[in-house]
């Protein structure tokens, strides 16, 4: 039991924080997937850098 009432501008706060909360997440998730999607591509390879080394 809270022994405070919580303030309006703290229920709107807390709103704005969900919705940055879940664009981050969203964000996070396309970044994986471009990347998983580039790894997993036939063309992809590992830059060779011994030969660039020798």
């Known amino acids: 039991m809270a022994l ?3 303030h309006e501008i703290h229920k709107r706060r807390s709103g ?3 919705g940055v909360g879940i664009l ?3 964000f996070v998730v396309l970044i994986l997937a471009l990347t ?4 997993t591509s036939n063309g992809f390879s590992f830059p060779d ?4 080394q020798n």
Do not use: F
């Open 16 to 18: 704005r924080n969900m």
């Open 36 to 39: 998983m999607v580039k790894v």
């Open 49 to 52: 850098t011994q030969a660039e």
């Open 4 to 6: 405070r009432k919580e």
């Open 24 to 26: 981050l997440a969203a």
